[in-house]
Nanobody
């Protein structure tokens, strides 16, 4: 049984930092990509892809977080991290850990929201999310 434990969210002032962690058990990560989506507005918005790291350790970042967020992984610990620096109020959202096979299709930049939940499509693992609130 696959289990996902996300942690590290919280309330922070603008300009501050948080580090999100996603620990996965019951799933082999050595041939998978790991990433983070976020959903703002209490679930009304679609989920947007924030960042992912591939099985070959290449990475992607949404334009608005480039230079501020850093994704990393520890395969031995089955964990992916998202270091978030210089946070802004517009980063406020629920952040979801996600895992996708390293094979095509590629990551979707946006997942549609239905009833507050995002349609996860071809993702193999989806975490419940951790709330990040940035206040000015």
């Amino acid at each position: 049984q696959v289990q996902v434990v996300e942690s590290g969210g919280g309330l922070v002032q603008a300009g501050g930092s948080l580090r999100l962690s996603c620990l996965v058990s019951g799933f082999r990560l050595d041939d998978s990509d790991m990433g983070w989506y976020r959903q703002a507005s209490g679930g009304a918005d679609d989920c947007e892809l924030v960042s992912y790291i591939s099985s070959r350790s290449t990475s992607y970042y949404k334009d608005s977080v480039k230079g501020r967020f850093t994704i990393s992984q520890d395969i031995a610990k089955n964990t992916v991290y998202l270091q978030m620096d210089r946070l802004k109020p517009e980063d406020t959202a629920v952040y979801h850990c996600a895992i996708k096979s390293a094979t095509p299709p590629p990551w979707s930049e946006r997942l549609q929201s239905r009833g507050g939940n995002c349609l996860t499509g071809n993702l193999e693992v989806w975490g419940q999310g951790t709330l990040v609130t940035v206040v000015s």
